[in-house]
């Protein structure tokens, strides 16, 4: 059974930084998949932020966290990392990390998802 757990949210001043987590398990690195975070502000729809295949390590971001967004993998930890600089308000939401074999893309219909994580950007 594949399952996701997500932590590392919480609430930070504009300008500032987190770095999020997300531990996998149900298969390792090496299986191929791809692991995105996503997130979801009030009354808005999800969006992909950034994902990166297990393997090879590949990475694709959303215009909107270019050069403030970075997506990591650790394959001995089977965890991913998303470390967020410069955080604006409008990025304030409910970040979730999402898994699924394939390519990798931002749009939303990845088959296996965590629970969420809160991100608070706030002064």
């Known amino acids: 059974e594949v399952q996701l757990v997500e932590s590392g949210g919480g609430l930070v001043q504009p300008g500032g930084s987190l770095r999020l987590s997300c531990t996998v398990s149900?298969?390792?690195?090496?299986?191929?998949?791809?692991i995105g975070w996503f997130r979801q502000a009030p009354g808005k729809e999800r969006e992909g932020v950034s994902c990166l295949r297990s393997s090879d390590h590949t990475t694709l971001y959303a215009e909107y966290v270019k050069g403030r967004f970075t997506i990591s993998g650790d394959s001995a930890k089977n965890t991913v990392y998303l470390q967020m600089n410069s955080l604006k308000p409008e990025d304030t939401a409910i970040y979730y990390c999402a898994a699924s074999r394939g390519v990798v893309h931002l749009v939303p219909d990845y088959d296996y998802w965590g629970q969420g994580t809160h991100v608070t950007v706030s002064s």
């Open positions: 149900g298969f390792t690195f090496e299986d191929d998949y791809a």
